[in-house]
Structures are given as structure tokens and as C-alpha cells.
């Protein structure tokens, strides 16, 4: 059975980085789509980035120049790090799995989110 | 701020119908994006409920549908259940300021 399971520091200070871990198992992370949401009450879900098993990635615009993803294949696991946090970076993070498609048109693509991990609270001060 | 809004609330009897909007604009769902929607009991993650707007998930009830038309979608709930109260989100692609996978605002459904 397909699990995910996100890890890290519940306090990060302001200005720092904050790095997440989102470790898979019952499955290969080179064969899916993942990506990292955030929750907080201000500011709902929020979609952060996304990365191919091929390795390719895509940005939410607002936070692009602070947030890296990468995979590590040979632990199955998906990372995040977001630099220069400040407050309004608390939230809960998951790590989520996605599926894809091109709409019937053909010209539109379209993603949704299949699976979620439970989140980790992460807060920001100092 | 989102761009998808939907009402904060909605309520029901047991066994009533209730609906749930998604509004949008021409750089999301009116731009023929498709719509998928969320439901996420307290405390915990947000489960897909539909996806591509009107499928169902191997496991979700079919008490529970989907639909769009324009700019907007809707969820239906219909024989509403005690285990129904959560909150629902929408979801979609808005096309502007450089594309990004956007949610709804939310709704919290109570069940009297």
C-alpha cells in the first residue's frame, strides 16, 4: 500500500531555511508526479512546486526565486527547501502525489492531486 | 486570495442535498480547465473526491458528483451524511501571472 509520509523541523527561525522530507513507500517515486501544498488558516491551500520522475520542475510563480525540489531515488524520497522564511511561511506542508492529463481538446493540461500525506506543521519564528 | 471562490458554508439535514460552488473566471475554469474536488475531515489531509470534474475516485460514494459549466463547477451532495461534515476545496489551473495550480477558498459543510 502506498504511503507518504512528510518529516522535519516543526521551528524554523525567520530568514532561514526550511527543509522538508517526504519519504514513499509501497512504490518507486521514479515512476509519479509529486509535489508539496501548504495550509494555513490566512491563506488556504496553497500549491507550492511539483516535480517529474524525469526531473523536471514547476513553480508556483509567488514563491519560485525562494523554493528548490529535488528526488533522492535511492532513499524514495522527495525534498523541499524554501529559503528566507518569515511568519507568513507557518503552515502545514504535505507532500502529495498527482496524476496528469491533456483535457479532451487536447491543448489544456490538467493535473489533480491523488494522494496526500498527513502533513507536518511547520512554524516559523524565532 | 484565491481566485476560485466558493460560499464559506453550507448546511443540511440528513438525507438533504446540498451543493457546493466553484467560481472562476476565463483564465481558469472558463479557460476549460478541468475541476477536481477535495474533502478533508478535521485534523486530517484532503482526500480527492472527483477529479476531471465528474469522476469518482475507486472508493468515494456516488452520493457524491461533480460538474461544470462556464466559469464555475459544482459539487452535489446528495442523502447527506453525519460523516460528510468536513471541508471542501476545489481545485483547477489559472493560466495568469505565469500559470499555477490554484484551490478554492473552501466550504464547511455541517450536517444538523
Known amino acids: 500500500q502506498l504511503q507518504v509520509r512528510e518529516s522535519g523541523p516543526g521551528l524554523v527561525k525567520p530568514s532561514e531555511t526550511l527543509s522538508l522530507t517526504c519519504t514513499v513507500s509501497g512504490a518507486s517515486i521514479s515512476t509519479d508526479y509529486w509535489g508539496w501544498i501548504r495550509q494555513s488558516p490566512g491563506t488556504g491551500l496553497e500549491w507550492i512546486v511539483s516535480i517529474y520522475y524525469s526531473g523536471s520542475t514547476y513553480y508556483n510563480p509567488s514563491l519560485k526565486s525562494r523554493v528548490s525540489i529535488s528526488l533522492n531515488t535511492s532513499k524514495n524520497q522527495v525534498s523541499l527547501k524554501m529559503n528566507s522564511v518569515t511568519a507568513a511561511d507557518t503552515a502545514v506542508y504535505y507532500c502529495?502525489?498527482?496524476?496528469?492529463?491533456?483535457?479532451?481538446?487536447?491543448?489544456?493540461?490538467?493535473?489533480?492531486?491523488?494522494?496526500w500525506g498527513r502533513g507536518t506543521l511547520v512554524s516559523v519564528s524565532s | 486570495q484565491s481566485v476560485l471562490t466558493q460560499p464559506p458554508s453550507v448546511s443540511g439535514a440528513p438525507g438533504q442535498r446540498v451543493t457546493i460552488s466553484c467560481t472562476g473566471s476565463?483564465?481558469?475554469?472558463?479557460?476549460?480547465?478541468?475541476v477536481h474536488w477535495y474533502q478533508q475531515l478535521p485534523g486530517t489531509a484532503p482526500k480527492l473526491l472527483t477529479y476531471g470534474n465528474i469522476n469518482r475516485p475507486s472508493g468515494v460514494p456516488d452520493r457524491f458528483s461533480g460538474s461544470k459549466s462556464g466559469t464555475s463547477a459544482s459539487l452535489v451532495i446528495t442523502g447527506l451524511q453525519a460523516e460528510d461534515e468536513a471541508d471542501y476545496y476545489c481545485q483547477s489551473y489559472d493560466s495568469s501571472l505565469g500559470g499555477s495550480h490554484v484551490f478554492g477558498t473552501g466550504t464547511t459543510v455541517t450536517v444538523l
Open positions: 476565463s483564465s481558469n475554469i472558463g479557460a476549460g480547465y478541468d
Open positions: 502529495a502525489r498527482y496524476d496528469s492529463y491533456y483535457s479532451a481538446s487536447g491543448n489544456l493540461y490538467n493535473v489533480y492531486f491523488d494522494l
